[in-house]
């Protein structure tokens, strides 16, 4: 957070602890405050957490 705060860049941390449920709602709350997203995970980026906020926010955001 100070690294990024100390270069003006703004960021928040959402600990999604599980994939399944998903908090849907929240993820896209931060997407459109943000407009970005960054998803860091040590497991596998095809179906894991990655692939799954990815397929969330397209959702959330298309077919509302």
């Given at each position: 957070?100070?690294?990024?705060?100390?270069?003006?860049?703004?960021?928040?941390?959402?600990?999604?602890?599980?994939?399944?449920?998903?908090?849907?709602?929240?993820?896209l709350?931060?997407?459109?405050?943000?407009?970005?997203?960054?998803?860091?995970?040590?497991h596998?980026?095809?179906?894991?957490?990655?692939?799954?906020?990815?397929?969330?926010l397209?959702?959330?955001?298309?077919?509302?």
């Amino acid at each position: 957070g100070k690294i990024l705060e100390a270069e003006g860049i703004q960021a928040s941390i959402i600990d999604m602890f599980t994939v399944k449920p998903l908090d849907t709602e929240l993820l896209l709350q931060y997407a459109e405050k943000t407009g970005a997203m960054v998803v860091a995970e040590n497991h596998n980026r095809i179906g894991g957490l990655c692939s799954a906020v990815a397929d969330a926010l397209l959702v959330m955001r298309f077919f509302r």
